[in-house]
Each structure stands twice: as structure tokens, then as C-alpha cells.
């Protein structure tokens, strides 16, 4: 008489897809101090700055100035957000690279298209958070003191008005994308934070010396540009601001450029 020896049962491993890798990445980078850091600094300093710039103006201007646009005045913390959630976006990537994670998490997820996808969207979805959450706070901020100062507001309802406020919010993730890209192509913090500032600034530090045809060809076709003249283009008007369509071309074409450059770079060379 013969044992009858019953069959043994096994199941496959799961195959992790993207959203597992999402999940990991998500885990991961909230659990990092410097997300905590950088996002709250973002957005402190900038309801802090439009806080203390509103009561400097309510206490020492006794009339509004006629070229003054209250909507304008009150984005004047956004620069601080722009900085911080562009160092923020060159961290996600470059920080894994500076401790040495990266091998870990290449070696958990072997495809890395997967990796930088995931690192992507995160970074995208956050900042874009945490940009509305900081420019409508910074509106509403501004209007409350210069209420308090008895001085002229501006109204969310006005379309000019919630343009400027949602648009700032809405662009926020422009330039923390294009630093993710740059630290995957640099492995580099220090060269990533200076080349994704240096485009973030660069409108700004020599637009209003260089001369006319350099600022109109030039100046006008970089990041900052095009987002500005989606942006504030309605409000203001500056030789740097190109025409709607225009713009989006611009910005389309800086991120298909350094964000197609930081995933080939990425997938393509060793940890």
C-alpha cells in the first residue's frame, strides 16, 4: 500500500506595478525630514512675507498709489515659494544620490522608468498642493490686513484677480520638475539647485539691463518668461512676456527638453 503524498500548492510571487512603486516612493519621502522642512518653509515664508509687507504698507502709505495693483502686491512671497519648492524637487532626486539610497531603491525596483515616473508625479502633485494652498493663502493674508487698513482690495470674484492667484498656484511645479530633472542629469546637488535657480532668476536679474532685442529674443524664451506671461502677462505687460499660445510652447518645450533628458540619463547610466 503506497502514502498518497498530496500536491503541494505555490503562488507566484506578485509582480509590483507602478502604483507599488508610487506607494514605496510616497512612504519614503514622507517620511524624510527635509519634505517636512522645505514644504513648510514654503509656504511660512511666504504668508509671512506678505503678511509683513502688507502691514509695512498699510502703517506708512496714507494713499494707494495709482500704479499699484493690490492682486500683484499680494504674490510677493511668491518668489520664496518658487525657491524652496524648486530645492525641494532637486532633493527627491539628488538626495538619494548624495546618501546613496538610489542603489537601494534601483535595486528593489529594476525599472527605473518606473522610479523617475513616480518620483515625478509626486513632485508634481505635491508642489501643485501646496502652491494653490500658498498663493490663495497669501491673497487672503494681504487682504485682511490691508482691510484692517482701511486701503482698497482686490476681489477674488474679479476674473484678472483669480487668474493671477490660481495661475501662480497652478505653475508652482514648473521649476521643482525641472530641478528633479536636473539632479538626475547633474548627480549633483549643488549644480542642480544652481542651474534650476539660475533659470528661475535670470528674467529677473538681467531683464531690465539687457538690451531691448536681447529681452524680446532672448530673455523672453526662457522658463520663467513663459510662465510669467501666462501667468501675470494679463496684469502687467513687460518686453519679456510673449502671447499665450506662445508661452505654452515655451514651457512645453523647456520640459519636454530637460524632463526627456533627465529620464534618458536616468534609465540609461549606472547608480
Known amino acids: 500500500m503506497t502514502a498518497t503524498v498530496p500536491f503541494a500548492t505555490s503562488t507566484s510571487p506578485r509582480v509590483a506595478n507602478f502604483w507599488d512603486t508610487l506607494s514605496s516612493e510616497w512612504s519614503k519621502l514622507i517620511s524624510l525630514r527635509f519634505t517636512q522642512i522645505s514644504l513648510g518653509l514654503g509656504l511660512g515664508v511666504s504668508l509671512a ?80 498642493v501646496f502652491g494653490l494652498i500658498t498663493t490663495v493663502g497669501m491673497f487672503l493674508v494681504t487682504q485682511a490686513v490691508l482691510e484692517a487698513y482701511g486701503m482698497p482690495l482686490a476681489g477674488i470674484g474679479d476674473a484678472d484677480t483669480r487668474g493671477l492667484v490660481l495661475g501662480l498656484g497652478a505653475s508652482m511645479p514648473l521649476f521643482p520638475i525641472i530641478g528633479l530633472a536636473l539632479a538626475a542629469i547633474l548627480r549633483n546637488t549643488a549644480g542642480a539647485i544652481t542651474t534650476v535657480l539660475a533659470l528661475l532668476w535670470l528674467p529677473q536679474i538681467f531683464g531690465e539691463v539687457l538690451p531691448m532685442w536681447w529681452r524680446e529674443n532672448i530673455v523672453s524664451l526662457l522658463p520663467q518668461s513663459g510662465m510669467d506671461s501666462l501667468t501675470i502677462g494679463h496684469i502687467e505687460s513687460s518686453p519679456t512676456f510673449s502671447e499665450p499660445i506662445i508661452a505654452v510652447t515655451i514651457v512645453a518645450v523647456w520640459l519636454v527638453a530637460i524632463v526627456g533628458a533627465g529620464y534618458v540619463r536616468f534609465v540609461r547610466s549606472d547608480a
Open 49 to 128: 512675507t506678505a503678511a509683513i509687507a502688507s502691514v509695512a504698507l498699510g502703517s506708512t502709505e496714507t494713499q494707494w498709489p495709482e500704479q499699484f495693483h493690490p492682486a500683484t502686491f499680494s504674490m510677493i512671497g511668491n518668489i520664496f515659494s518658487l525657491i524652496i519648492y524648486s530645492v525641494f524637487g532637486v532633493m527627491v532626486m539628488a538626495g538619494e544620490y548624495s546618501s546613496g539610497m538610489i542603489r537601494l531603491t534601483l535595486t528593489a525596483t529594476p525599472r527605473r522608468g518606473r522610479v523617475f515616473l513616480a518620483k515625478l508625479m509626486l513632485v508634481t502633485l505635491i508642489v501643485l
